[in-house]
């Protein structure tokens, strides 16, 4: 595949998060100004990588967004550079752009960039439906060979349970509106193509010791709930997989709204650096 570099690009304000559910400028902590570079990893359009800094252990990040969203992860993005990562933030094919398993393809075409250009074998964070994506890149095959270890905040780890979840007389707008989106994802029902969803779901990739490890976070009223990597933990464990930790937080924080809280964001990055070697 022939890759092209895109123009550099620069920034220093802060990115407005709120409307998507992540932190206002106000609320998250200040972030560096590291160099920033964008380049393609791949024919589409949204087959983009854009890089902050030039340093430190590669830290990939998966954006959340229903599958059909670009969320804004410039800040955190920042943020992370500054903790001395060299962070490589991802754009994938949306679900209106094409069905599951373009994501999962993008998502390791992504990965093999990233470990030919940094020559190491980077960390991920996921988040929301970026986390589902990311726990299926680290269980899918040998993960542990291209992954050095996954953060996931709310990972929706088994888009069949939010299928479940969103069609509850009680499910809320967030949780109807990822059942819709997990249908376009799939683009069909769980009943019209079982095998379709199972492909989808992080569960189904655990094997073992060659998974990479996991650390999985959710807030005790995610609208997400802590089920999805609940399941997702007694799979990996079940098949021998030892390195996995679910964390649940007080509140309803959901994806990087969970970094708004000091423990949890020094919880992520000494977890990141310990498996960062």
């Known amino acids: 595949m022939r890759l092209s570099l ?17 932190l206002s400028s106000s609320t ?3 972030a560096s100004d590291p160099v920033v570079r964008k380049f393609s990893y791949g024919s589409h359009a949204r087959q983009t990588v854009t890089v902050y800094g030039d340093h430190g252990p590669a830290l990939v990040i998966v954006h959340g967004g229903y599958w059909a969203d670009d969320t804004d992860w410039s800040h955190w993005a920042r943020w992370f550079a500054g ?6 933030d991802v754009d994938y094919r949306l ?16 990965l093999d960039w990233v470990a030919r250009h940094s020559g190491m074998r980077p960390l991920v964070l996921g988040s929301s439906a970026g ?10 095959g040998e993960g542990a060979s291209r992954v050095r270890g996954v953060v996931a905040l709310s990972p929706v780890a088994s888009p069949r349970r939010a299928w479940a979840d969103g069609g509850q007389a009680a499910a809320s707008a967030k949780q109807r509106r990822l059942r819709t989106e997990a249908r376009r994802l799939a683009g069909c029902t769980p009943a019209a193509c079982p095998a379709q969803w199972r492909s989808m779901s992080a569960a189904s990739y655990a094997s073992g010791a060659e998974d990479a490890p996991l650390f999985l976070v959710h807030s005790v009223r995610d609208f997400v709930p ?32 969970l970094l708004s809280s000091p423990r949890v964001r020094g919880a992520v990055v000494d977890w990141l650096r310990e498996r960062a070697g």
Not at 83 to 88: A, I, L, T
């Open 6 to 22: 895109r123009p550099s690009l620069t920034g220093g304000l802060l990115a407005l998060l709120a409307s998507v559910g992540l």
């Open 28 to 30: 998250a902590p200040a």
């Open 83 to 88: 903790q001395g990562f060299h962070v490589y």
């Open 95 to 110: 679900n209106s752009d094409a069905r599951w398993p373009a994501q999962r393809t993008d998502a390791l075409a992504a």
């Open 131 to 140: 986390g589902q994506i990311a726990t299926v890149a680290g269980g899918y």
């Open 226 to 257: 802590p089920a999805h990597s609940r399941d997702l933990s007694t799979a990996a464990l079940g098949k021998g997989l030892g390195d996995v930790t679910v964390r649940t937080e007080q509140g309803a924080a959901h994806g990087a709204a």
